[in-house]
């Protein structure tokens, strides 16, 4: 059978709301932190493969030379150590329950890494309405969300465009990403503007908005 993806799960961080989230080391050392190949064979039974970047195989946007950040608790510790919060900070992980394969059991394994290079987390899981409303309300300190394969134009401005400020945008910032949102979808060249997006994605992995977590497959039946 081959295998599908169905959407990557990966967690958001707030720095509209979180202070310490605007110090781009403390986001990569959050992507450091996190054990993507333990979690795939423990709580997801194989059938997922880490996300190097914002968009898993079978996205448009997908950048086939990212590397998906290695887990590495040493370079977390280092990294929030450079950025002044060597003591670590409390953080809250919302998560959904029930809503995506194991979110609530994926979600404490994430803050259990957190919390063991320093950055002290417990997740509080919400029934959806109410998830949904901290999101739209960027009130979460970072939250755990299911991101599905959707039209690559619209998922990039509402969640990467400092100007535009979607729904799902929780205070990302970089001229050259909204550079490129406003510019790629002018391009008619389906190659030159996918290089855009391997662009954009490269950034994003850099900038580390988000922690990536894995691009899920499902199995399709051979025929």
Avoid: C
């Avoid at 406003?182 to 290089?195: F, Y």
């Avoid at 994605?201 to 900038?207: G, L």
Wanted: proline share 5%; net charge negative; aromatic share 10%.
């Amino acid at each position: 059978g081959r295998m599908a993806s169905v959407g990557s799960q990966l967690v958001r961080l707030n720095v509209l709301k979180k202070p310490e989230l605007r110090d781009v080391r403390v986001r990569q050392a959050l992507n450091y932190a996190v054990n993507k190949e333990a979690i795939i064979a423990s709580l997801l039974r194989g059938y997922a493969v880490p996300l190097g970047g914002p968009f898993g195989r079978g996205t448009q946007g997908y950048n086939p030379d990212l590397k998906p950040y290695p887990f590495d608790p040493a370079r977390a510790r280092a990294l929030l150590a450079e950025a002044g919060y060597e003591q670590g900070f409390e953080m809250v992980l919302t998560s959904p329950n029930g809503r995506y394969p194991n979110d609530r059991l994926v979600s404490e394994a994430i803050a259990q890494m957190w919390t063991d290079v320093g950055i002290r987390t417990r997740v509080e899981t919400m029934e959806w309405g109410s998830f949904v409303e901290g999101v739209l309300g960027k009130t979460h300190d970072a939250f755990f969300f299911l991101q599905r394969s959707a039209l690559l134009d619209a998922v990039v401005r509402t969640n990467f465009h400092s100007k535009e400020q979607g729904g799902p945008w929780e205070g990302y910032e970089n001229a050259e990403v909204d550079q490129i949102i406003d510019e790629a979808p002018r391009i008619l060249d389906i190659g030159e503007r996918l290089k855009l997006y391997q662009r954009l994605s490269a950034i994003v992995r850099e900038d580390a908005p988000w922690v990536f977590g894995f691009t899920l497959s499902e199995i399709e039946a051979g025929h």
